[in-house]
């Protein structure tokens, strides 16, 4: 199983949008409509941010959202904070391996 | 307050083995499905290994088959990953996840134990 494609980084200045993208395929993304992202702060767990490709747990600001086209979830962060600053990693059901991950996105707020 | 918390890591030499445990708290573990997912240093994160609530089901990434076996104690709260046959591309920060009921996702993630695999 091969991980799902994400960009290596992304930026944006405080208030604006930043959208990261993660690519499978129909064995995975396209597939099942299970894809998931979830924040990482440096020396921290990773927090559940979206599950089911845009549904948000409780706790979590409505400023995360989430969609799919195809094979590609997307993860949209709006207003972007500088606490928002952290690594992003998406992850997609796949079968007989349950879970795929992307290799991660770096946030920066300018 | 729910929560997971990871203990056995450590220091092992190539081809060594090593036990990690979960333990649950906050919640009825026995009802969910749990996986173990690892990071290595710098790297991003890989799913390792899922076992069912009833323990009938298990499955592993390939990196992980034939010397890794997960494994659950309803009774202890307890999740386990026996780790034999240790690489050094084995080293990393290795998490347990909880999956909720009816999300597909891993929602609950205890602090990590790191795993450092060297001579």
């Known amino acids: 199983q091969s991980a799902l494609t994400q960009p290596r980084s992304v930026s944006g200045s405080p208030g604006q949008s930043v959208t990261i993208s993660c690519t499978g395929t129909s064995s995975d993304v396209g597939g099942y409509n299970y894809v998931s992202w979830y924040q990482q702060h440096p020396g921290k767990a990773p927090k559940l941010l979206i599950y089911d490709v845009s549904k948000r747990p409780s706790g979590v600001p409505d400023r995360f959202s989430g969609s799919k086209s195809g094979n590609t979830a997307s993860l949209t962060i709006s207003g972007l904070q500088a606490e928002d600053e952290a690594d992003y990693y998406c992850?997609?059901?796949?079968?007989?391996?349950?879970?795929?991950f992307g290799g991660g996105t770096k946030v920066t707020v300018l | 307050e729910v929560q997971l918390v990871e203990s056995g890591g450590g220091l092992v030499p190539p081809g060594g083995s090593l036990r990690l445990s979960c333990t649950a708290s906050?919640?009825?573990?026995?009802?969910?499905?749990m996986n173990w997912v690892r990071q290595a240093p710098g790297k991003g994160l890989e799913w390792v290994s899922y076992?069912?609530?009833?323990?009938?089901?298990?499955y592993y990434a390939d990196s992980a088959k034939g010397r890794f076996t997960i494994s659950r104690d309803n009774v202890k709260n307890s999740l386990y990953l026996q780790m034999n046959s240790l690489r050094a591309e084995d080293t990393a920060v290795y998490y347990c996840?909880?999956?909720?009921?009816?999300?597909?996702?891993?929602?609950?993630w205890g602090q990590g134990t790191m795993v450092t695999v060297s001579s």
């Open positions: 992850c997609s059901y796949g079968g007989s391996h349950p879970w795929v």
């Open positions: 996840a909880r999956e909720p009921h009816g999300g597909n996702s891993m929602d609950i």
């Open positions: 076992i069912g609530s009833s323990r009938t089901t298990r």
């Open positions: 906050g919640f009825i573990f026995s009802s969910y499905s």
